[in-house]
């Protein structure tokens, strides 16, 4: 999994909206990887940084998510819950698989393969400034904001 200092993996992926999304694009970034649309703490999160979107704004840092959904499902998400930010489809998981974030997991003793929720915040030159692992969605958007009024202001 890339870590603090390194380079993010670069990748271009469709996007909602019909719009394709590449990395690096020459904007500080907050890239989010989620597990899946419209489930309870996916939906949090992505609720919780649209709200916080003009703070990231005001510091110039875009907001994306990344999951293995289809665009399509993707454009439903938003739609529903009136959603701000950019939500990018990796339904082949290799992105997820670049970012060390499509892992084994286990629930009620079955194992499985699924993405573990992790967000990268990135400077417009592509390094990782931070990463979150293992993140719980409940106030995680306010953190990440922080950590970019620290880094980014």
């Not at 990796?90 to 499509?102: A, F, H, M, N, T």
Request: hydrophobic content about 35%; charged content about 20%.
């Amino acid at each position: 999994m890339p870590d603090t200092g390194d380079q993010a993996p670069s990748f271009s992926l469709p996007a909602n909206n019909g719009a394709t999304f590449s990395m690096p694009n020459g904007k500080p970034m907050v890239l989010y990887f989620y597990p899946k649309d419209d489930t309870p703490g996916c939906t949090t999160e992505a609720v919780d940084f649209t709200s916080l979107k003009p703070q990231f704004t005001a510091l110039d840092v875009e907001i994306a998510g990344l999951s293995p959904d289809p665009a399509k499902k993707h454009d439903k998400f938003i739609q529903k819950h009136g959603l701000g930010i950019t939500l990018i489809a990796d339904e082949g998981k290799e992105v997820l698989q670049s970012y060390g974030v499509w892992v084994e997991k286990s629930m009620y003793g079955k194992t499985y393969m699924g993405v573990e929720r992790t967000t990268f915040l990135i400077d417009e030159k592509g390094a990782i400034i931070q990463v979150w692992r293992k993140v719980k969605a409940k106030g995680h958007a306010q953190a990440v904001l922080e950590a970019a009024q620290q880094h980014l202001s």
